[in-house]
């Protein structure tokens, strides 16, 4: 069962932290082994997935799509998850973590503030005090987020360092931490960060490849011969993946954000385009110049614009588990039109890029074969910034 003890998926991940957080990270490490197998604690998260966040979210045979396409596909409909999207799974589970290891307070990052926005409302429900940062530039994008946040009782705080965007608010809430950790639990938003946040993270995502297990088996009465999604910092992905990974007949493939192309400067493909490094913590590949300064990406996607990714992924890459691949802005879109057109779902841009992927190789594909994508959230969030884009606004 990976990771190892210290945190390690083969070569990556581990545990490259100041020595003030050396502690706070091996207290959460010993809390979560520990409350993660009480009864108490599984009961409650499970009634929070069920009756709160409206678990099980179906496994929908995508007819029309599946037509087009030339093969059948299942969608696993996180956007059907509360809040619109799979990063519930994740705050609920660190939330009620926290409150059962005895914290009273929460602190976030946040890019284009779907996280922060999932935390503050596991925060709300559970009463926690919440204080989330998030860099001045994408404030100022996505000012309806921070209002979001305010209503739901937490404050949003600006960080004025660095690329003023999402790496620099995980820089600023990890300083928070050092200095409060004894009142406060930092909820890491996707895969990433030193260990064990990426074994987490990607257990409280399990749940999505856990259901869709079942329900697969169920309709088809076989396993699927695909899994694919999209990969930002690798949540959603490593979800469905993970309780497929002994089935190798499954094939796994990830789909990351090739922004305005690979060739440019312009994308967030960090295991197609990155080396080996170290970020945020973690020994992954990372999107960094030849001095090993992080760069700054791009994405149509606010969700996958992050230079860096988790790393069980680059683990999975290494030993060949899974593919992954990037598409740019102009396919994504065309997967955020067609599963709109066609099966009257308007996906987030982040799982557009895995509906784009397959329109552009269903060749791959034969016909008999199942393919299941998880499509991570839903569009609603993106539908100004597609028409913009589209000059229709
Ligand atoms: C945040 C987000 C992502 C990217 O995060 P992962 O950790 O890679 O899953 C993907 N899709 C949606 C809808 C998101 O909100």
């Known amino acids: ?86 990063k519930i799974n994740n705050t609920l589970g660190q939330v009620l973590l926290a409150k059962m290891m005895g914290k009273t307070r929460i602190i976030a990052e946040t890019g284009a503030g779907q996280h922060g926005v999932a935390t503050a409302t596991a925060c709300a429900l559970l009463n926690m005090e919440c ?9 100022e994008r996505q000012k309806l987020n921070v209002y979001r946040m305010n209503l739901l009782g937490a404050k949003v705080v600006p960080v004025k360092s660095g690329s003023k965007t999402l790496k620099d608010a995980i820089n600023e809430a990890m300083r ?48 699927p011969d695909y899994l694919i999604a999209c990969v930002g910092g690798g949540s959603n992905s490593i979800g469905l993946f993970y309780p497929f990974f002994k089935y190798k007949e499954v094939k796994f493939i990830g789909v990351e954000a ?48 992050y230079p860096g990714v988790g790393p069980e992924h680059s683990f999975y890459k290494e030993i060949g588990r899974a593919e992954y691949f990037a598409v740019d802005d102009k396919t994504a879109l065309e997967g955020f039109h067609i599963l709109s057109e066609l099966e009257g779902i308007i996906p987030a841009l982040e799982p557009s890029h895995a509906i784009g992927w397959l329109l552009k190789n269903k060749r791959r594909f034969k016909k008999e074969d199942i393919v299941i994508v998880c499509l991570s959230g839903r569009g609603d969030k993106d539908v100004v910034e597609v028409a913009k884009i589209e000059g229709k606004l």
């Open 258 to 305: 090739g922004g305005i192309g690979l060739n440019t400067d312009k994308h967030a493909a960090t295991l197609s385009k990155g080396e080996k490094g170290i970020l945020h913590g973690s020994f992954s590949y990372v999107l960094q110049d030849r001095y090993g300064q992080i760069k700054v990406t791009h994405s149509v996607s606010a969700g996958l614009d």
């Open 1 to 86: 069962m990976l990771p190892d003890r210290k945190g390690k998926f083969g070569i990556f991940g581990g545990r490259f932290a100041p020595e003030t957080l050396i502690g706070p990270l091996e207290e959460l490490e010993r809390e979560y082994k520990k409350i993660s197998k009480k009864r108490e604690f599984r009961e409650k998260l499970n009634y929070l997935l069920k009756e709160y966040a409206g678990r099980p979210t179906p496994l929908y045979f995508a007819e029309s799509f599946s037509k087009q396409i030339g093969f059948k596909v299942y969608l696993k409909r996180e956007d059907l998850a509360f809040t619109g999207a799979h």
């Open 131 to 139: 204080v989330v940062y998030m860099g001045e530039i994408d404030l």
């Open 176 to 223: 928070d931490w050092i200095a409060n950790f004894k009142t406060t639990h930092y909820v890491i938003g996707s895969v990433v960060g030193p260990h064990p946040y990426p074994m987490i993270v990607r257990n409280f995502q399990s749940v999505i490849g856990k259901e869709t297990k079942k329900q697969i088996l169920k309709k088809e009465k076989k396993l």
